[in-house]
Antibody, heavy 121, light 112 residues
């Protein structure tokens, strides 16, 4: 069965950095786009970034562009989110999700359990 | 402020029917981009509920249905059950944004 397991969350000071990991299993990882999505406490979902199958294309939400970097390691069946210059407003649960490419708009068919990132001094 | 607008909350008694709306614009739903729906029960990750406007993944009961027309979409839940109490989010693509995958603000469904 499809499994996505995030790790790397925790408490970090404003201006600090953190790297999230998401290990995938139960499917051919190299066949899918992957995304990171977050949810601030008590708030809705915010898509952050996706990476294409070949890693040649990435896309970011304006809120994280220039601060966050998505990458993937096919050999390790993993996708990563490097988060730099963190702000209090980045405090959220971060989910990785398997993305289904669809010409009229992609969607997310499997999600990890999420990892909490808290940015506070 | 989300690009896709949902009512913050809806409610219904067990057995009743509820509808959750998702309103977009000419750069997303109105531009013929499809809408997808997710269910998030308290304390859990979101789960795909409806994809490509009106398709249910395996395992989703047929009490859940959805449709899209123009710049709007709707999720309908019939025969409401206690376990349907959750947050529901619509999601689509917006061609005017550099980060194009968008969610609605979410709707909390309360089963009375």
């Amino acid at each position: 069965q499809v499994q996505l397991v995030e790790s790397g969350g925790g408490l970090v000071k404003p201006g600090g950095s953190l790297r999230l990991s998401c290990e995938a299993s139960g499917f051919i990882f190299s066949d899918y786009y992957m995304s990171w999505i977050r949810q601030a406490p008590g708030k809705g979902l915010e898509w952050l970034s996706y990476i294409s199958i070949t890693r040649s294309f990435t896309s970011y939400a304006d809120s994280v562009k220039g601060r966050f970097t998505i990458s993937r390691d096919i050999a390790k069946n993993s996708v990563y989110l490097q988060m730099n210059n963190l702000r209090a407003e980045d405090t959220a649960v971060y989910y990785c999700a398997r993305q289904i490419y669809h010409d009229a708009g992609d969607y997310f068919d499997f999600w990890g359990q999420g990892v909490l990132v808290t940015v506070s001094s | 402020q989300s690009v896709l607008t949902q009512p913050p909350s809806v409610s219904g008694a067990p057995g009743q029917r509820v509808t959750i709306s998702c309103t977009g614009s000419s750069s997303n739903l109105g531009a013929d981009y499809d809408v997808h729906w997710y269910q998030q029960v308290p304390g859990a990750a979101p789960k795909l509920l409806i994809y490509i406007n009106d398709n249910r993944p395996s395992g989703v009961p047929d009490r859940f249905s959805a449709s899209k027309s123009g710049t709007s979409a709707s999720l309908v839940i019939t025969g409401l059950q206690a376990e349907d109490e959750a947050h529901y989010f619509c999601q689509s693509y917006d061609r005017s944004l550099s980060g194009p995958l968008i969610f609605g603000g979410g709707t909390k469904l309360t089963v009375l």
